[in-house]
């Protein structure tokens, strides 16, 4: 039992980690900064990290709304892409991997042992695209080359402003949810800081396709906003962003809506609520006993649903992060919807509940800290017979970016971080809790 | 006691210098008080690649933008609601900075907040000692506007001939006059007409007031002259709702072979 779980939170957060090195993070972009003259900082915090300035011309589909914005007004010769990557040098650790006794030779048996990884690294390249198409009709496409494989991470068109009002947008494509805190401009880099592990939680045993609200997903948005308020509505393919229909004919709705207001001594404040509530498939039909890809079966429900603040003080400022989440029963225990008979005694629907609190210090705009606490806690295990707490984690983050440079024309930073994950219960052969320790340095530029 | 009577001295007047630079460089914006340090860092993450690091208006990326950016060490602005020649009110760069400058590089910086603004207004004001010697003109009075009527169109064209604006603008106000294309600012950069066809978007505002104002403040630092002592104010409403219905083919029409409204 315990080693299934284990096989079962691997191969969970191996999917993540493939997802995540897969579309890689965004960006600051500097086809944007060429084509309206503007720094990484206007738009930027600290880049990747949008500044409220970056969100709204974000919102506006990418343009400032000063008559420049179409490509005709541009230089023929522009062209908006953008490249971005981040060689390293970094340093693994996980205090109970489990590894065979005789090197080669499993059947002698495993042992847990701490194994230590490190060296110079690359994380692929990123080549980004983006911006107007013509005057309220915006773009993004991004492709990300691995080491092994490319990718089209986000890929969608964007119609702005319709009938005049910044109320209606729609977007359709594979596109990052509006999520209350971008996973994709995350500041962190590392192996184990890297991901917001909240947004791709699920509790042990469980076997829902849906990885999280933190990848690029395909399908259409409604947006729209105005200086303080922004609402976005959107309904996906249940498939994590797969091309191809590879899950079942559902479609899942994530809705987000934030407030921002001025207050008079710490600046602006913001507060959010959002909520994805999506069904996914139990069981495939099948063809000599393989999944036929897209003919998912038996769906359950499933849904996140939560709230955050972005809270300033002078050159601090903070996110909180709360969610819930819910899996049905099936999903839960890894059963088909047609065979409730393989639901284990006592058996219910797991809930769980994870959030996180990111510190940073921006004390100007060449240099950034940071600080992270994330936890998350099932708070209802699918199957009794686990533990109360398996499955918590507790993660913490520390780290800065230093940016020697900064113009129009590229960006560079200097990073270094350090991350720790405490997986409770999660060692392979002991079921002791595990550690992994992740330190990265790097350097970090797109042009 | 000679020497320490010099000392008082000098003393009060570093203070008093220091006071009245301090109260020089603030700026008020309704019950907002700006602050030039703070909007110095404000400047440097926002403002710095186009105005430069000496409000010359020779950043980084100056050289490609077209108009160029505003040299704030000249104290040359040309959104006012002071006279001409005048320094302008702290609210007028506030609203300058809020709705940005169209058909420019200038954005819009209202996902600012308000007490940024005007921190950053604050910072571009020392970058020029005019804001330290001088005060801002009173700001310019503005009459009631008459509605428009066919009438008050007709007229406004016939003064739109008379003053010569078409030279500049051009007779359909496509911002193609004769003298269009040799007009220069105040620095010697070519600079461009407005095409009133293109829209109501003007440079400093967009509603019928602005442009009023336009013509009484005139547009310092380029070739638009005030046209406060030429016209009268119902003159000026004339020339506005002439301009306007350049941008509204329909009203253009409407107004120009219809019945007056009034």
């Given at each position: 039992m315990r080693l299934g779980r284990f096989r079962c939170t691997v191969l969970r957060w191996s999917a993540v980690a493939v997802l995540l090195a897969n579309f890689q993070q965004a960006f600051g972009i500097p086809a944007f900064a060429r084509k309206y003259g503007l720094p990484c900082s206007a738009c930027h915090a600290a880049w990747p990290m949008l500044n409220n300035f970056g969100q709204h011309f974000k919102d506006n589909g990418y343009q400032l709304g000063n008559d420049r914005d179409a490509p005709i007004y541009q230089e023929p010769s522009y062209w908006p892409i953008m490249f971005r990557t981040t060689p390293t040098w970094h340093r693994e650790n996980n205090n109970r991997q489990a590894i065979d006794v005789v090197p080669g030779s499993p059947s002698n048996g495993q042992r847990e042992a701490s194994v230590t990884t490190s060296g110079f690294d690359l994380n692929g390249l990123d080549v980004i695209t983006a911006g107007t198409l013509a005057k309220n009709i915006s773009f993004f496409v991004q492709p990300f080359i691995g080491s092994s494989s490319i990718n089209l991470a986000q890929s969608w068109v964007r119609f702005d402003n319709l009938v005049g009002s910044s109320w209606l947008n729609v977007k359709m494509g594979k596109f990052e949810l509006d999520?209350?805190?971008?996973q994709e401009r995350s500041l962190t880099m590392n192996n184990t800081g890297a991901p917001y592990y909240t947004y791709f939680f699920t509790p042990p045993g469980d076997n829902n396709a849906f990885v999280g609200i933190g990848f690029p997903q395909l399908g259409v948005e409604l947006s729209g906003h105005n200086d303080t308020t922004r609402y976005s509505v959107a309904a996906v393919t249940d498939s994590n962003g797969g091309t191809g229909l590879p899950t079942n004919q559902a479609l899942d709705v994530y809705a987000n809506f934030d407030q921002s207001f001025e207050t008079p001594w710490f600046g602006r404040q913001q507060v959010g609520a959002y909520g994805f509530f999506g069904r996914s498939p139990t069981y495939f039909l099948t063809s000599n006993g393989a999944p036929i890809p897209g003919t998912g079966q038996g769906n359950r429900s499933f849904y996140r649903l939560g709230a955050y603040g972005h809270w300033f003080v002078k050159q601090f400022d903070f996110y909180t992060f709360f969610m819930h989440g819910y899996d049905n029963v099936f999903l839960g225990n890894s059963v088909p919807g047609n065979q409730p008979s393989l639901l284990p005694a006592g058996a219910v629907a797991p809930t769980f509940n994870g959030g996180f609190v990111e510190a940073h210090y921006n004390p100007n705009t060449r240099l950034i800290f940071l600080a992270r606490y994330e936890l998350d806690r099932v708070s209802r295990q699918a199957n009794p017979g686990l533990a109360k707490n398996a499955g918590n984690l507790d993660t913490w983050s520390l780290g800065y970016r230093w940016y020697p440079m900064m113009s129009p024309r590229a960006g560079l930073a200097w990073l270094q971080e350090y991350s720790r994950i405490r997986n409770v219960g999660d060692a392979p052969l002991s079921g002791k809790d595990d550690f992994h320790n992740s330190y990265l340095m790097g350097l970090d530029f797109d042009f | 006691m000679g020497m320490r009577s010099k000392a008082v001295s000098v003393a009060a007047s570093a203070l008093l210098f220091l006071c009245a630079s301090g109260s020089a460089q603030e700026t008020h914006v309704g019950k907002l008080v700006g602050n030039a340090k703070r909007g110095k860092a404000l400047y440097t993450r926002y403002c710095i690649f186009c105005h430069g690091p000496y409000g010359d208006g020779r950043g980084e990326s100056a050289a490609y933008l077209d108009p160029k950016p505003r040299d704030f060490t000249k104290a040359v602005f040309k959104c006012r609601s002071t006279p001409s020649g005048a320094l302008p009110l702290d609210s007028d760069l506030f609203d300058t900075i809020s709705r940005g400058i169209h058909a420019s590089g200038m954005p819009s910086w209202k996902p600012l907040l308000r007490q940024e603004r005007v921190d950053l207004i604050a910072y571009i004001k020392t970058f020029s000692s005019a804001f330290q010697e001088e005060k801002p003109g009173p700001p310019v009075a503005i009459p009631p506007e008459p509605p428009p009527s066919p009438e008050s169109i007709q007229r406004g064209a016939q003064l739109f001939q008379s003053m010569n604006c078409w030279s500049c603008h051009g007779k359909d106000g496509r911002g193609n006059g004769p003298s269009a294309a040799s007009l220069t600012d105040s620095k010697g950069y070519p600079i461009v007409p407005f095409d009133f066809t293109s829209g109501s978007r003007f440079k400093c505002g967009e509603t019928d007031r602005d442009m009023f104002r336009d013509l009484v403040t005139g547009l310092d630092g380029t070739p638009m002259p005030s046209f406060d002592s030429a016209m009268s104010g119902d003159q000026k409403w004339d020339v506005v709702h002439f301009i306007r219905s350049l941008s509204n083919p329909k009203l253009h029409a409407k107004l120009k072979t219809g019945p007056s409204e009034q």
């Open positions: 999520e209350p805190i971008s | -």
